[in-house]
DNA sequence: TAGATTGTTAATCGATTAACAATC
DNA sequence: TAGATTGTTAATCGATTAACAATC
């Protein structure tokens, strides 16, 4: 409804927000003030009040936010009342664990079908599903409505995978293959580059080993 | 060496450029400006520059950046030259497809054992591995000198066995479980949270099409 | 040398934090 | 009402972009 846009550094901490909601919720917590929640999360009051207003106010002035309202509130902004067909292409040992992960149900995210290039996979059951042939993948995509594809597959094919799939009517891709894609702007992409992740952790590491080492008056 | 610390934006930015470098070097291209990098990468040749200067000056006036060498730069101040030793927890569907990822290995991330709570799984081999108990964890970690151990264990356990990783000397941990360790602040933690991941994409694609739906003008 | 492109300073933009008036 | 805490404006901080002098 409301138009001005909201930033990405915002959307990225929605999800930690409703994390920590849904357990104070199920600790039986009714009400909580911003610099309660500042206390847990480690994020200043006044980062929580700004995130929350982007949206509307969601508290009460002297009293704070009603943990209940606030997460279904946040639940809702993310788009979690409604759910989301998905699809996985590469049935490696990522996308099976993907595919038998059951929390993304929880979500409303629904698995829906699972392709391979590799026959010797096909009518391999994951879950309860079978593997598919790739060459299936863009009527069933079709056909199902799919919203979001999941790509586990080498770098190699991925760019051309992301293309069938956006001319077959994808939404989102949810990428884990080690290369940008080149999709539409009105595609929504979400890159999971794991080894990206690793290297950075890498980097920290060294970094503060090094750091220690060096600082001077650390010495002997 | 040099004293002033990096932020988290530049270094996560490496990866990137990283990866992109090295493609530029398999395809023979010797050098390259900043401007033709920002084409290809889509960053504006400002930041690159920038970037790159945080580090010492890797280019050269009127000429641009010799390929190769800024690869391996940056490749050394990722600290990818030297190897880590790491330790997988949890050989569930996750930690059974890290392990069997082969590309960590050629950046030096050398998988040294994986761990399980379940006595069924003990034993089994994954990749070169026997899946051992959790109780030999700690004396693992110490024996073999581990540097990092990636957490794949549902969260319930996860803050704890934190903790004894911590106690027996890890010095990152990559962090799979959906919850916040809580650990001090000289161990590096780099979080994959995947359903955060998931839900902000979920949030992206539900925006664009209420955007595109409510976009003053586009209405029929 | 002239042209190209870096390295670096300055300007802008955006995000975070602080402060406080509004109000429950 | 008085106290508490939000919602929101203003101040600060940091990151990105622009500009240009240095120099290869």
Redesign the interface.
């Given at each position: 409804?409301d138009?001005k846009e909201?930033s990405q550094a915002v959307?990225?901490r929605?999800?930690?927000y409703?994390?920590y909601l849904g357990e104070l919720k199920d600790e039986g917590i009714e009400r909580i003030s911003s610099q309660e929640l500042s206390d847990i999360m480690k994020v200043t009051a006044s980062q929580i009040r700004q995130d929350f207003n982007n949206f509307g106010g969601f508290g009460q002035q002297g009293y704070g936010y009603k943990v209940e309202y606030l997460y279904e509130e946040i639940g809702r902004?993310?788009?979690?009342e409604?759910t989301?067909d998905l699809i996985i292409i590469g049935a490696?040992?990522?996308g099976?664990?993907?595919a038998?992960?059951m929390?993304?149900e929880r979500?409303?995210?629904l698995f829906r079908g699972i392709f391979d290039q590799n026959p010797e996979l096909y009518g391999k059951k994951i879950r309860n599903m079978e593997v598919r042939p790739m060459e299936e993948m863009e009527s069933f995509v079709k056909q199902n409505e799919i919203?979001?594809a999941v790509l586990t597959i080498p770098k190699a094919g991925a760019v051309k995978v992301a293309e069938r799939l956006v001319d077959n009517g994808i939404?989102?891709i949810?990428n884990f293959a080690?290369v940008d894609l080149n999709v539409p702007k009105?595609i929504?992409v979400?890159n999971?580059?794991?080894?990206?992740?690793?290297?950075?952790?890498?980097?920290?590491?060294?970094?503060?080993?090094?750091e220690?080492i060096?600082t001077p008056g650390s010495s002997l």
């Amino acid at each position: 409804m409301d138009n001005k846009e909201i930033s990405q550094a915002v959307i990225g901490r929605l999800p930690r927000y409703f994390r920590y909601l849904g357990e104070l919720k199920d600790e039986g917590i009714e009400r909580i003030s911003s610099q309660e929640l500042s206390d847990i999360m480690k994020v200043t009051a006044s980062q929580i009040r700004q995130d929350f207003n982007n949206f509307g106010g969601f508290g009460q002035q002297g009293y704070g936010y009603k943990v209940e309202y606030l997460y279904e509130e946040i639940g809702r902004i993310l788009g979690l009342e409604k759910t989301h067909d998905l699809i996985i292409i590469g049935a490696g040992n990522l996308g099976q664990a993907l595919a038998n992960y059951m929390n993304f149900e929880r979500r409303g995210f629904l698995f829906r079908g699972i392709f391979d290039q590799n026959p010797e996979l096909y009518g391999k059951k994951i879950r309860n599903m079978e593997v598919r042939p790739m060459e299936e993948m863009e009527s069933f995509v079709k056909q199902n409505e799919i919203d979001i594809a999941v790509l586990t597959i080498p770098k190699a094919g991925a760019v051309k995978v992301a293309e069938r799939l956006v001319d077959n009517g994808i939404k989102g891709i949810w990428n884990f293959a080690h290369v940008d894609l080149n999709v539409p702007k009105e595609i929504q992409v979400e890159n999971v580059h794991l080894s990206d992740s690793l290297m950075k952790l890498a980097y920290n590491i060294n970094r503060y080993e090094s750091e220690s080492i060096q600082t001077p008056g650390s010495s002997l």
